[in-house]
């Protein structure tokens, strides 16, 4: 008699049965045929054709449907106990369906690896920019109990964020406030250095001696500063400083060595005694912002601490545990307003513009990186997430395309009794590792994508360091956007693929079931084209906004314009030679060859930098105390030939504008207009009031064009210009800017060596073209559009590879179909014209659709454009194009493949 056992087993591998269950299946089978086998034996047929017989039954879905059914029968009336077996065989079956997962997947390699490049590019971009807004936007500062800081700030109609109040209020602050455990204070300064003889700038703080202890940071190595270290110079104090240096200062200067505890520095003509060194995760209260040393705030000298009208620093407070914000900042207000009554000069209006004191939160340290970039990146983050979408709605098309192709594998299964619930998990777990592997990539790409990005901000003077660990946080993210992905855009694949007609599967119909899925494909590929459109929309919005201002009218000529910032040697400053100093300077630079102009200015075009002065012009009545606020440069005769600024009214300053001529100055244009009108403001005199002594006048002597000093989209602000020689600041410290009738980096060295020959110690730093300079003014819109651009091509990209995949997909079910129609007599451009029109016709939808969320959506960019409106039509119309032409390519070549089908093998695909 047959041996069936191995037969039957044979056939039921696929179901991946439970062993008991599988070995009672075989054993009811086996003796069925073993007794089908005997009885027609027994009829007289031969034992060939018996044994061919009892395989045409086995053969029969209804033999095992009957007894997987009576199978499932039994189990449900004797239920499994909870504990080991069940516990296993749910194991048993995770692990078969991974290795039947990992088999499909290396089976279908080509649709693999598209689904896994597709989620690692979707998944990567979002981490990327999730670790760079955790870095500037969520990540609290690494310091003790974070959430009871607060920066005590003075603001007002001109300073919404402005800085603390003077000195003297800020000691009242600390000694009559009952909400506060301490209160520090801090600024910054690039203080230059002297080590080993090495002159070098540096970034620094100067912070009231409880700064670190208030913070709850610890030193790595040595101690932090204490109040003692806070004694201001005087009978009895030592003259030589202490300082804290910051971990990677530590590292990239003094090689990690803990000899550095100890080590005499020089600042200026001070020695500085080197006694701690910061934690690694310790850079400060400004996120981005890197400092290299902490120097006692008492270095700034006892005047300015003196000073009771003066705001040049920053105050944190650390409020007792449940003490009222609102409270504490009404005590300190009311010291505040105590302060000002005390003060002579109120009668001016002054307190108008310092009107109140404000606590705002410093759990996440400064807010100025944050308010700069908190909008890009929040777009940024909606077009990643909108790419993720994409390569999601991407790879359920091409699930949901291979799913289709094994609907005969599930309808076999469902009829041989596998639950519904028992494919969807098939297919959900292969999903979950497609996702996997694409998460795993999507974690190379993060840390690769973190790096392109950082690289936007690690030059230029307004350089910031961001790190971007790849730490549990990043990880979670990741592992949750993957899981959610898998899940999302898995299970509507497996449901689709395991709702079958099993009667129409069985009976070998092609189209059982197709046509629901071909119109949820389309509607997936329609959403994919309308939001490839909206971020082809919001990439050539930030281009064509980094193109207007890079193409700006700025009131200069960049081009040939070579800058760098000279600081003279401390000797130099305390023996009052720098008049000297900077006409030496000037007068060697002049005569290089190659120099077509050169001049000094206290601030340069774009450097961000602000110098106002209160002014009285007559016969002008301000409408506001801030009227009487006008912004100042100091510039050497010259400057306005260097930069381009051309002189519209008068004169510009010349060699005789000197200390004992008469005091002279220019406006710009914008100057001119708010205070004159359509006056001309030539030989009009602004006076400069002071306390106590006669308020210098100076005489307008011109007008020159507007320029831009802060940035390319601030508008021209009113600005005045007065010669060097005549300056109101002891300027310890210039910009020197060369036009050259060569390429500005052939002088750099020889411009450089000038400036030893005037001293040897002198110190040059900022060295960058004018061009660079704008450059640098434009990185948060450079890393805006450089990331749209990237991710506008990826989506349509990742779309297009999703019609390509469809319309190929069509094709091939409608093979049959195309071959009848090219065997009644139609044409190959019939047949291609056929293909394309229905590629094209999803394409068109998804483009409609994407106008109207284009329209809906960039309104709410306009704050992040210039020189353009968010429905610009032009822009929207090109990216029209772009998407359906690209549509009309991948829709071409399955097109084309279908025209070229042999009819008699078309007729015989099914």
Same mark, same amino acid.
């Given at each position: 008699m047959p041996e069936w056992k191995e037969e039957v087993r044979r056939r039921l591998v696929s179901l991946k049965l439970e062993p008991g269950r599988e070995a009672s299946i075989v054993e009811e089978v086996s003796t069925y045929l073993d007794d089908l086998y005997a009885e027609l034996l027994a009829r007289g047929v031969t034992p060939a054709e018996a044994y061919q017989e009892a395989l045409g039954e086995l053969g029969n879905s209804a033999l095992l449907t009957r007894e997987l059914r009576r199978a499932a029968q039994q189990v449900e009336a004797n239920p499994v106990l909870p504990g080991t077996n069940r516990r296993k065989n749910m194991i048993s079956d995770l692990w078969h369906d991974l290795r039947y997962g990992a088999r499909m997947l290396w089976k279908h390699k080509g649709i693999t690896a598209i689904s896994v490049l597709s989620l690692a590019l979707g998944i990567g971009a979002n981490t990327a920019i999730f670790s760079l807004i955790d870095a500037v936007l969520l990540r609290t500062l690494p310091v003790e109990q974070p959430e009871q800081l607060v920066f005590i700030q003075n603001v007002g109609p001109r300073r919404p964020d402005g800085g603390a109040p003077p000195y003297p209020c800020f000691e009242r602050f600390s000694?009559?406030? #009952?909400?506060?455990?301490?209160?520090?204070?801090?600024?910054?300064?690039?203080?230059?250095?002297?080590?080993?003889?090495?002159?070098?700038?540096?970034?620094?703080?100067?912070v009231s001696g409880n700064y670190f202890d208030l913070l709850? !940071?610890?030193?790595?190595?040595?101690? *932090?500063?204490?109040?003692?270290?806070?004694?201001?110079?005087?009978?009895?104090?030592?003259?030589?400083?202490?300082?804290?240096?910051?971990?990677?200062?530590?590292?990239?200067?003094?090689?990690?060595?803990? *000899? !550095?505890?100890?080590?005499?520095?020089?600042?200026?003509?001070?020695?500085?005694?080197?006694?701690?060194?910061?934690?690694?995760?310790?850079?400060?209260?400004?996120?981005?912002?890197?400092?290299d040393i902490w120097l006692p705030i008492s270095s700034v000298g006892p005047r300015l601490l003196a000073q009771k009208d003066t705001w040049w620093f920053q105050a944190v407070g650390r409020l007792k545990p449940g003490a009222a914000v609102g409270q504490a900042q009404a005590e300190l207000d009311g010291i505040f307003q105590s302060y000002m009554d005390d003060l002579a000069w109120n009668a001016e209006g002054r307190r108008d513009v310092f009107s109140r004191i404000d606590l705002r939160p410093a759990d996440k340290g400064g807010n100025s990186l944050r308010q700069e970039f908190s909008r890009p990146l929040q777009a940024l983050m909606a077009i990643v997430a909108l790419v993720l979408l994409i390569a999601c709605a991407n790879v359920a098309n091409l699930l949901l395309a291979r799913a289709t192709a094994r609907r005969k594998e599930f309808a076999s299964r469902l009829t041989l009794g596998a639950s519904r619930s028992r494919l969807v998990r098939q297919v959900l777990t292969e999903s979950l590792l497609l996702v996997t592997l694409g998460g795993l990539g999507g974690l190379i790409f993060a840390r690769w994508g973190g790096n392109f990005v950082i690289s936007?901000?690690? /030059?230029?003077?307004?350089?910031?360091?961001?790190?971007?660990?790849?730490?549990? %946080?990043?990880?979670?993210?990741?592992?949750?956007?993957?899981?959610? /992905?898998?899940?999302?855009?898995?299970?509507?694949?497996?449901?689709?693929?395991?709702?079958?007609?099993?009667?129409?599967?069985?009976?070998?119909?092609?189209?059982?079931?197709?046509?629901?899925?071909?119109?949820?494909?389309?509607?997936?590929? $329609?959403?994919? $084209?309308?939001?490839?459109?909206?971020?082809? $929309?919001?990439?050539?919005?930030?281009?064509?906004?980094?193109?207007?201002?890079? +193409?700006?009218?700025?009131?200069?000529?960049?081009?040939?314009?070579?800058?760098?910032?000279?600081?003279? =040697?401390? #000797?130099v400053i305390q023996a009052d030679r720098l008049a000297n100093f900077w006409n030496e300077t000037l007068g060697r630079i002049k005569v290089l060859p190659g120099v077509r102009s050169a001049s000094l200015t206290a601030l340069s075009p774009l450097d961000g930098s602000d110098r106002s002065v209160r002014v009285d012009i007559a016969g002008f009545m301000p409408a506001a105390d801030e009227d009487r606020v006008l912004r100042m440069n100091q510039v050497s005769p010259g400057y306005f030939q260097t930069l381009g600024i =051309?002189?519209?009214?008068?004169?510009?300053?010349?060699?005789?504008? *000197?200390?004992?001529?008469?005091?002279?100055?220019?406006?710009?244009q914008a100057a001119s207009r708010f205070y004159f009108g359509d006056r001309s403001p030539i030989g009009a005199h602004i006076r400069f009031p002071q306390r106590d002594l006669p308020a210098p006048s100076y005489e307008i002597v011109g007008v020159v064009k507007d320029s831009r000093y802060e940035n390319l989209r601030a508008p021209e602000t009113p600005l005045m210009y007065l010669p060097l020689k005549q300056a109101r600041d002891r300027l310890a410290r210039l910009v020197l800017a060369v036009r050259t009738a060569v390429e500005p980096s052939e002088l750099t060295n020889s411009i450089v060596k000038e400036l030893r020959a005037v001293d040897a110690d002198i110190l040059v730093t900022d060295v960058a073209t004018l061009y660079e300079r704008v450059d640098e003014s434009l990185v948060k819109e450079r890393v805006v559009a450089t990331?749209?651009?990237?991710?506008?091509?990826?989506?349509?990209?990742?779309?297009?590879?999703?019609?390509?995949?469809?319309?190929?997909?069509?094709?091939?079910? %409608?093979? #049959?179909?195309?071959?009848?129609?090219?065997?009644?007599?139609?044409?190959? +451009? %019939?047949?291609?014209?056929?293909?394309?029109?229905?590629?094209?016709?999803?394409?068109?939808?998804?483009?409609?659709?994407?106008?109207?969320?284009?329209?809906?959506? /960039?309104?709410?960019?306009?704050?992040?454009?210039?020189?353009?409106?968010?429905?610009?039509?032009?822009?929207?119309?090109?990216?029209?194009?772009?998407?359906?032409? !690209?549509?009309?390519?991948?829709?071409?070549?399955?097109?084309?493949?279908?025209? %070229?089908?042999d009819p008699l093998l078309a007729l015989r695909h099914e």
């Amino acid at each position: 008699m047959p041996e069936w056992k191995e037969e039957v087993r044979r056939r039921l591998v696929s179901l991946k049965l439970e062993p008991g269950r599988e070995a009672s299946i075989v054993e009811e089978v086996s003796t069925y045929l073993d007794d089908l086998y005997a009885e027609l034996l027994a009829r007289g047929v031969t034992p060939a054709e018996a044994y061919q017989e009892a395989l045409g039954e086995l053969g029969n879905s209804a033999l095992l449907t009957r007894e997987l059914r009576r199978a499932a029968q039994q189990v449900e009336a004797n239920p499994v106990l909870p504990g080991t077996n069940r516990r296993k065989n749910m194991i048993s079956d995770l692990w078969h369906d991974l290795r039947y997962g990992a088999r499909m997947l290396w089976k279908h390699k080509g649709i693999t690896a598209i689904s896994v490049l597709s989620l690692a590019l979707g998944i990567g971009a979002n981490t990327a920019i999730f670790s760079l807004i955790d870095a500037v936007l969520l990540r609290t500062l690494p310091v003790e109990q974070p959430e009871q800081l607060v920066f005590i700030q003075n603001v007002g109609p001109r300073r919404p964020d402005g800085g603390a109040p003077p000195y003297p209020c800020f000691e009242r602050f600390s000694a009559n406030n #009952h909400f506060f455990t301490a209160l520090a204070a801090f600024n910054g300064f690039d203080p230059q250095l002297k080590i080993d003889g090495q002159l070098e700038e540096v970034r620094g703080q100067r912070v009231s001696g409880n700064y670190f202890d208030l913070l709850g !940071v610890k030193a790595t190595l040595g101690r *932090t500063l204490s109040t003692a270290d806070d004694a201001v110079a005087g009978p009895g104090v030592p003259d030589g400083l202490v300082a804290v240096i910051s971990y990677n200062y530590w590292t990239k200067r003094f090689g990690r060595q803990p *000899t !550095v505890i100890g080590k005499v520095i020089q600042t200026g003509d001070r020695p500085v005694t080197i006694i701690g060194v910061a934690p690694p995760e310790f850079s400060g209260l400004t996120p981005g912002a890197e400092f290299d040393i902490w120097l006692p705030i008492s270095s700034v000298g006892p005047r300015l601490l003196a000073q009771k009208d003066t705001w040049w620093f920053q105050a944190v407070g650390r409020l007792k545990p449940g003490a009222a914000v609102g409270q504490a900042q009404a005590e300190l207000d009311g010291i505040f307003q105590s302060y000002m009554d005390d003060l002579a000069w109120n009668a001016e209006g002054r307190r108008d513009v310092f009107s109140r004191i404000d606590l705002r939160p410093a759990d996440k340290g400064g807010n100025s990186l944050r308010q700069e970039f908190s909008r890009p990146l929040q777009a940024l983050m909606a077009i990643v997430a909108l790419v993720l979408l994409i390569a999601c709605a991407n790879v359920a098309n091409l699930l949901l395309a291979r799913a289709t192709a094994r609907r005969k594998e599930f309808a076999s299964r469902l009829t041989l009794g596998a639950s519904r619930s028992r494919l969807v998990r098939q297919v959900l777990t292969e999903s979950l590792l497609l996702v996997t592997l694409g998460g795993l990539g999507g974690l190379i790409f993060a840390r690769w994508g973190g790096n392109f990005v950082i690289s936007f901000f690690g /030059t230029g003077r307004t350089q910031l360091f961001l790190k971007l660990p790849l730490d549990y %946080r990043m990880l979670l993210f990741t592992a949750g956007v993957a899981l959610l /992905t898998g899940l999302i855009f898995g299970l509507a694949p497996a449901l689709q693929a395991t709702r079958v007609d099993l009667n129409g599967m069985l009976k070998d119909s092609a189209d059982s079931g197709i046509r629901g899925r071909r119109r949820f494909g389309k509607s997936l590929l $329609v959403a994919q $084209v309308a939001v490839s459109l909206l971020l082809l $929309v919001v990439a050539g919005l930030f281009l064509r906004t980094l193109y207007n201002l890079k +193409t700006l009218d700025a009131g200069f000529r960049p081009e040939g314009v070579l800058t760098m910032r000279i600081n003279p =040697p401390a #000797h130099v400053i305390q023996a009052d030679r720098l008049a000297n100093f900077w006409n030496e300077t000037l007068g060697r630079i002049k005569v290089l060859p190659g120099v077509r102009s050169a001049s000094l200015t206290a601030l340069s075009p774009l450097d961000g930098s602000d110098r106002s002065v209160r002014v009285d012009i007559a016969g002008f009545m301000p409408a506001a105390d801030e009227d009487r606020v006008l912004r100042m440069n100091q510039v050497s005769p010259g400057y306005f030939q260097t930069l381009g600024i =051309p002189v519209q009214q008068g004169r510009g300053f010349t060699d005789a504008d *000197t200390e004992t001529s008469p005091k002279v100055l220019l406006l710009n244009q914008a100057a001119s207009r708010f205070y004159f009108g359509d006056r001309s403001p030539i030989g009009a005199h602004i006076r400069f009031p002071q306390r106590d002594l006669p308020a210098p006048s100076y005489e307008i002597v011109g007008v020159v064009k507007d320029s831009r000093y802060e940035n390319l989209r601030a508008p021209e602000t009113p600005l005045m210009y007065l010669p060097l020689k005549q300056a109101r600041d002891r300027l310890a410290r210039l910009v020197l800017a060369v036009r050259t009738a060569v390429e500005p980096s052939e002088l750099t060295n020889s411009i450089v060596k000038e400036l030893r020959a005037v001293d040897a110690d002198i110190l040059v730093t900022d060295v960058a073209t004018l061009y660079e300079r704008v450059d640098e003014s434009l990185v948060k819109e450079r890393v805006v559009a450089t990331l749209a651009l990237f991710f506008g091509i990826l989506a349509p990209l990742l779309a297009c590879i999703g019609l390509y995949g469809m319309a190929s997909y069509d094709v091939e079910q %409608r093979t #049959h179909e195309i071959g009848i129609r090219m065997a009644l007599g139609a044409e190959e +451009t %019939r047949v291609v014209r056929l293909v394309l029109r229905e590629a094209l016709w999803s394409a068109v939808m998804g483009v409609g659709l994407g106008l109207v969320a284009a329209l809906a959506a /960039t309104r709410w960019l306009e704050s992040l454009l210039f020189g353009l409106e968010p429905h610009d039509p032009l822009t929207i119309t090109l990216a029209a194009i772009v998407l359906l032409t !690209v549509a009309a390519v991948a829709a071409y070549v399955p097109a084309r493949r279908a025209a %070229r089908v042999d009819p008699l093998l078309a007729l015989r695909h099914e």
